[in-house]
């Protein structure tokens, strides 16, 4: 399975078109295989459906960079899945001319390449108390909960996160994980 593996995708996740990494990925079933001629996780995890069914909403669903879906998890190697809607923007043509709603870009972490929050911390430099709310935001929901996860007051993760919305230009805790996501995208421009 070399190279990048996509696929574009209707609403209901039926595969419009593959290239061969994509179908070599879909025949080896182990990471992304065909349920009722839907591609779906090999685990049966619904979030990619749902995800791309929210990617019918163009930008407003996903976002401009889209979402990275996370197809496997730890010990093994971890296999991401991002998803970019097809139905706004530029990309709107791509999207009415197969009814496709999604570009589906399936790839292999490496331990060469940064992390997201590797990324993000020296794009923005951001300091390390303002890379573990970050970090724990992506892990748990709301600012008591970040507290509680990283051993601070609430008054601190609100410092925190006002830091970076100002450092990311974002206003609202959801644009950050979402920068976060389209930090882990292999679609990025570097």
Not at 4 to 32: K, M, P, Y
Not at 41 to 60: T, W
Not at 77 to 96: N, V
Request: include cysteine; charged fraction near 20%; charge should be positive.
């Amino acid at each position: 399975m070399n190279g990048l593996a996509a696929s574009v995708v209707d609403r209901n996740c039926r595969v419009v078109f593959t290239n061969l990494s994509g179908r070599e990925i879909l025949e080896d079933g182990r990471i992304l295989r065909l349920r009722n001629d839907a591609l779906a996780a090999a685990d049966s995890r619904p979030v990619l459906a749902d995800v791309i069914a929210a990617a019918g909403d163009g930008d407003a669903g996903l976002g401009v960079s889209g979402i990275a879906v996370p197809l496997s998890a730890p010990p093994q190697t971890l296999w991401l899945a991002h998803i970019l809607p097809l139905t706004s923007g530029a990309r709107r043509q791509t999207g009415k001319n197969f009814a496709a709603v999604a570009a589906v870009f399936v790839h292999q972490t490496s331990l060469e390449s940064p992390s997201s929050m590797q990324s993000m911390s020296k794009l923005y430099q951001l300091a390390p108390g303002e890379m573990r709310v970050l970090s724990a935001m992506g892990e748990v929901c709301g600012i008591s909960a970040v507290s509680d996860v990283i051993g601070v007051s609430e008054t601190t993760v609100k410092t925190h996160l006002q830091r970076l919305f100002a450092k990311t230009g974002t206003k609202r805790q959801t644009a950050l994980i979402k920068l976060v996501a389209a930090h882990a995208s292999p679609l990025r421009r570097q």
